[in-house]
Nanobody
């Protein structure tokens, strides 16, 4: 499975961004799709993830502001980020798990910078 993430950029506090991640390869084996982030000097953390059936989970810090969705037909996952805060600044990574491999697949990161 190969993952291609896009949509990062510079946004002012209170603004919005939408991240996209498209999967290719053995897409029929994809189970959970999600987004992680890593801020400077911090460990990578889970932001949100969504199952093939559409059940979503979020880290407390983004609940009510971020929305994760997926399009199984397009093998894509999205992260709509609203009311962005400076503390949301990080490199965001797309991650998927599959039925056929224990280790997850990671996309390249996309930088989100929230600053005035």
């Amino acid at each position: 499975v190969q993952l291609q993430a896009s949509g990062g950029g510079l946004v002012q506090p209170g603004g919005s961004l939408r991240l996209s991640c498209a999967a290719s390869g053995s897409i029929s084996s994809i189970d959970v799709m999600g987004w992680y982030r890593q801020a400077p000097g911090k460990q990578r953390e889970l932001v949100a993830q969504i199952t093939r059936g559409g059940s979503a989970a979020y880290v407390d810090a983004v609940k009510g502001r971020f929305i994760i969705s997926r399009d199984n037909a397009k093998s894509a996952v999205y992260l709509q980020m609203n009311s962005l805060k400076p503390e949301d600044t990080a490199v965001y990574y797309c991650r998927v798990t599959t039925y056929t491999r224990a280790a997850p697949y990671w996309g390249q990161g996309t930088l989100v910078t929230v600053s005035s």
